[in-house]
């Protein structure tokens, strides 16, 4: 058992259960809200690049990104914001009713908790509507979004109240994702190990991107680092 770590975290898309389940799923929505997905996307990568200068402090960050998005879209912004929340919020969580998680998923969070690990998580998106819906409830000491605090990955101010959420240092939590430039590098910054979920084999365009400490490609692996 590792004796270093005090604390697991996750991220919940892509690492809990994998993406292409959710983007089959999706692929209606996808085909007759195209610009809207296009535009909301590109809000987001800007207010990535807005954080990554340090220029924007924000009061509310919906009403920033769906600013963005409806100039994007030139469209009202109110519109758009109810729009967002009534087709990519609350529209998309009934989805996962029907989502099934990564093999072992269940086994390894009942055995962390069962070895005295806290465990939370921390999403890009509201989780704890899709975390009832996939089953998932009951594990957390901590779980945290993003966007209450404004700050979406890499940002480390997410990972860092996520941390104290959990009332553990940094250093002692392992964070768990599947994106390299977001969770890896998010979580590394906020000063936190790091392991990477690798669901299907990349060529090296990734070489130039944050290494994580540890690597797995399911769920038994993690396990096994973890508990023996």
Not at 13 to 36: A, H, Q, S, V, W
Not at 48 to 73: C, H, P, V
Request: proline residues 7%.
């Amino acid at each position: 058992m590792r004796t270093d770590i005090e604390g697991v975290a996750f991220d919940l898309d892509g690492t809990l259960y994998p993406n292409y389940r959710l983007n089959i799923k999706l692929i209606p929505f996808i085909f007759k809200e195209l610009r809207l997905l296009a535009s909301f996307g590109k809000a987001r990568t800007i207010i990535r690049k807005e954080q990554e200068n340090g220029s924007i402090q924000y009061g509310d960050f919906y009403e920033r990104q769906a600013e963005i998005t409806a100039r994007l879209l030139k469209a009202p912004a109110r519109t758009i914001k109810e729009k967002i929340e009534i087709l990519m919020y609350r529209g998309w969580e009934p989805l996962f009713k029907k989502i099934g998680l990564f093999k072992n998923v269940l086994e390894t969070l009942t055995a962390f908790r069962g070895a005295g690990y806290k465990l939370g998580l921390l999403s890009d998106f509201p989780p704890e509507t899709k975390l009832e819906y996939l089953g998932l409830s009951r594990f957390w000491d901590a779980v945290y979004c993003s966007e209450y605090c404004g700050a979406l990955k890499p940002h480390p101010l997410s990972f860092a109240k996520l941390a104290a959420e959990m009332n553990l240092p940094p250093e002692k939590i392992l964070y768990v994702g599947n994106s390299l430039p977001y969770d890896v590098a998010g979580a590394s910054k906020a000063g936190m190990k790091t392991a990477w979920i690798r669901t299907f084999p990349l060529p090296d365009f990734h070489k130039n991107l944050p290494k994580p400490d540890f690597s797995f490609s399911n769920y038994r692996q993690l396990f096994n680092y973890m508990l023996h």
